[in-house]
């Protein structure tokens, strides 16, 4: 798992021990095509970084954004304690690693890198939002 959480930039930059510690606590999970891996008004449990694949952010019936390797997504709910904003739709084979709600606060209380990136696109994808 280690060798896999370098290859992601979201993690890239932590030390080998807090990715030691990281690795226990992500999961892979995997989607075929047109899978849908949450719905809008869901109550959020987790967040995802793709590995690999291609996912579809739909809203309100319309795709409001595409998301690749490398993207995460179902950061907001667990930031906000809101219903998931949009719904995620896997359009091709998704590979992603998944991390729970309180692991994924503790890993932003504790990182101010990873909190600081995470940050930076739930204040750009609230203004998409609005
Ligand atoms: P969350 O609200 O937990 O669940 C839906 C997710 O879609 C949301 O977190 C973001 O990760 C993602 N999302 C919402 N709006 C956008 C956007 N404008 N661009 C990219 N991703 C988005």
Sequence with gaps: MIEILKQIPFFAKLPTE???????????QYF???????EQGDYGEEMYIIKRGKVQVVRDFA???????NAFFGEMALVSEEPRNAGIKAISEVEA??????DFRE???????IASSVNYEV???SNTLL
Excluded at 18 to 28: C, F, N, P, R
Excluded at 32 to 38: A, D, L, R, T
Excluded at 107 to 113: A, F, G, V
């Design 18 to 28: 807090d990715l030691e510690a990281i690795g226990q606590k992500v999961q892979m």
């Design 32 to 38: 075929g095509p047109e899978q849908v891996i949450f």
């Design 63 to 69: 795709v409001i954004a595409e998301l690749g390797d």
């Design 97 to 102: 690693l998944v991390l729970k709600k309180d």
């Design 107 to 113: 890993l932003l209380e504790n990182k101010p890198s």
């Design 123 to 125: 204040v750009k994808r």
